[in-house]
Nanobody, 118 residues
């Protein structure tokens, strides 16, 4: 089972951008789906974006057109490029892995904090 480590979080002003990166300790090539989720204080963890392959992606309605997920099977990384950030994007962002089509997101990183505030 791979281990996932997120990086790239921080404090950004509204309208700004950030790029989060998730580095896996092993190969992600055979992992069915990778994704980014987030959890704001007092709220449940929610889906942000997932990716199976380059063109097979899924986004939460709240981030469509602003966020883009990338998967690099050679570098074993999954990035989340975020533009036009809003205060409501403030949360801890987690990288997750779903091993197969018939399983669930069952491997998580430790999370990285994103704070959008002026």
């Amino acid at each position: 089972q791979v281990q996932l480590v997120e990086s790239g979080g921080g404090l950004v002003q509204p309208g700004g951008s950030l790029r989060l990166s998730c580095a896996a300790s092993g190969s992600i090539r055979n992992l069915y789906r990778m994704g980014w989720y987030r959890q704001a204080p007092g709220k449940q963890r929610e889906l942000v974006a997932t990716i199976i392959s380059g063109s097979n992606t899924n986004y939460a309605d709240s981030v469509k057109g602003r966020f883009t997920i990338y998967r690099n099977n050679d570098k074993n990384t999954v990035d989340l490029q975020m533009y036009s950030l809003k205060p409501e994007d403030t949360a801890v962002y987690y990288c997750g892995a779903q091993p197969s089509r018939f399983s669930f997101m069952n491997t998580w990183g430790q999370g990285t904090q994103v704070t959008v505030s002026s």
